[in-house]
């Protein structure tokens, strides 16, 4: 069975603690949100978040694709630069940081202690990276995470730019890191997105990972219960 349950101090957000709300990074939240969905989506995802110290309730869908069983399509994504970035990639990694929040002051120590990120590259802009780690997989927003076996990979974050979307380049990043696991002579590659992350979903299933199990983490102040459910027919390791 996935063990989901091991508290991780590089998974823990600092919004995760009764009675701390990082402004600036709401706000930001606000306005990405508003550009990327409109005013319903912006105000409903602003809200979760503002109650996220008092008050979560967040199930994960979490997913598994078997690495060296994937037929790689046709190279795709053409129109880009992909490039597995190192640490010292400075003006790189601050626009992903700039992309997403959470991972502001994470990406260079994250590289360098063990996994890569690749990135789409548009005339040196970051049109999408798939930021992928080697030692263990968090579950975002939640303090929980899993110590990952020698051959086993977890992508830790795919984003894509709201201006580079529609034009397949999620499904080639995705693609193109399993192809660069391959080579590392990876099994398996595991992710997970929230079951109202329609697009998430969608794409982990147009690429071909199987479904394996659900997490539901809920939080009443300091009162916190984690429920694992295995999805039936699928085997679990």
């Not at 912006?42 to 037929?71: C, H, M, N, Q, W």
């Not at 660069?180 to 992350?197: C, D, M, P, T, V």
């Not at 300091?222 to 085997?235: C, G, L, S, T």
Request: aromatic content about 12%; proline content about 2%.
């Amino acid at each position: 069975m996935l063990n989901w349950i091991n508290r991780s101090n590089r998974c823990q957000l600092s919004v995760e603690f009764p009675g701390f709300i990082n402004m600036p990074v709401l706000i930001k939240k606000l306005l990405r949100n508003f550009n990327d969905y409109g005013v319903y989506m912006a105000l409903r995802k602003s809200l979760l978040y503002f109650l996220r110290p008092v008050y979560t309730d967040i199930t994960y869908r979490i997913y598994r694709i078997d690495v060296g069983a994937v037929e790689l399509p046709p190279v795709q994504g053409n129109a880009f630069d992909f490039k597995v970035i190192t640490a010292n990639d400075d003006a790189i990694i601050r626009q992903i940081e700039g992309m997403e929040e959470w991972l502001r002051g994470r990406v260079s120590a994250m590289i360098a202690s063990s996994g890569i990120c690749l990135v789409a590259l548009d005339q040196g802009i970051v049109a999408g990276f798939n930021l992928v780690s080697f030692d263990e997989g968090c579950l975002l927003l939640v303090d929980f995470s899993r110590k990952l076996k020698k051959n086993e990979a977890w992508s830790q974050q795919i984003t894509v730019k709201r201006d580079y979307r529609g034009r397949g380049l999620a499904t080639a990043l995705r693609y193109r890191v399993i192809e660069e696991l391959q080579g590392r002579g990876f099994a398996r590659l595991y992710g997970g997105s929230q079951i109202s992350n329609e697009a998430g979903l969608g794409l982990a299933r147009k690429v071909g990972f199987r479904e394996i199990a659900d997490l539901r983490y809920r939080r009443f102040f300091f009162n916190k219960e984690v429920r694992y459910r295995r999805i039936k027919n699928e085997h679990v390791i």
